[in-house]
T-cell receptor, first 114, second 121 residues
Framework: GEDVEQSLFLSVREGDSSVINCTYTDSSSTYLYWYKQEPGAGLQLLTY?????DMKQDQRLTVLLNKKDKHLSLRIADTQTGDSAIYFCAESPRANQAGTALIFGKGTTLSVSS | NAGVTQTPKFQVLKTGQSMTLQCAQD?????MYWYRQDPGMGLRLIYY???????DKGEVPNGYNVSRLNKREFSLRLESAAPSQTSVYFCASSSRSRWTGKPGATNEKLFFGSGTQLSVL
């Protein structure tokens, strides 16, 4: 079945780059997503990438996709304390499977120290 | 434009009590979802509704029921709460419509509510 794996914790210093990694299993996933959850809040869509792309850049965020290895990464440049949050990787499963929506990883807690 | 609104934000129940979590969205979205979030488990789908009038089970539906009252509202009911249902519950919606049979054909942008923290004693 589908599964999305992420490391659980990442700790960086303010100003450094953060790289959050994710592996997924459904090779038919057309879109892959990164969501951010700040303390006490719901998830917010951060960025997404279409599977025919290798890279997508949006200001401080860079998403890299290695479709052959089913590996997705999120790089945050010049990490700030406000980036401290839980980051979830998600894949869009096969549309003809019942009982599924997005499949989320367990989330990576990013801690940024000043 | 409020987005996805969930009520209540916090609730404490005793084992065996019942309650309904309410969710409403004002984005004219077709699909709505209920997830639960537990430490170390990430987000798990309880039920979803691909369109008004339809509901389907997700990964962890046992102990829950849902109602898609209209296009805006999707409620989650716990008939007899158990301590294992202590969790943070999130409602979400997206513009995704019925399955088209085309794998990954739709860009599934989910919008989440702020969550309901439920404790069952």
């Amino acid at each position: 079945g589908e599964d999305v794996e992420q490391s659980l914790f990442l700790s960086v210093r303010e100003g450094d780059s953060s790289v959050i990694n994710c592996t997924y299993t459904d090779s038919s996933s057309t879109y892959l997503y990164w969501y951010k959850q700040e303390p006490g809040a719901g998830l917010q869509l951060l960025t997404y990438i279409f599977s025919n792309m290798d890279m997508k850049q949006d200001q401080r965020l860079t998403v890299l996709l290695n479709k052959k290895d089913k590996h997705l990464s999120l790089r945050i440049a010049d990490t700030q304390t406000g980036d401290s949050a839980i980051y979830f990787c998600a894949e869009s499963p096969r549309a003809n499977q019942a009982g599924t929506a997005l499949i989320f990883g367990k989330g990576t807690t990013l801690s940024v120290s000043s | 434009n409020a987005g996805v609104t969930q009520t209540p934000k916090f609730q404490v129940l005793k084992t065996g009590q019942s309650m309904t979590l309410q969710c409403a969205q004002d984005m004219n979205h077709n699909s709505m979802y209920w997830y639960r979030q537990d430490p170390g488990m990430g987000l798990r789908l309880i039920y979803y509704s691909a369109s008004e009038g339809t509901t389907d089970k997700g990964e962890v539906p046992n102990g829950y029921n849902v109602s898609r009252l209209n296009k805006r509202e999707f409620s989650l009911r716990l008939e007899s709460a158990a301590p294992s249902q202590t969790s943070v519950y999130f409602c979400a919606s997206s513009s995704r419509s019925r399955w088209t049979g085309k794998p990954g054909a739709t860009n599934e942008k989910l919008f989440f509510g702020s969550g309901t923290q439920l404790s069952v004693l």
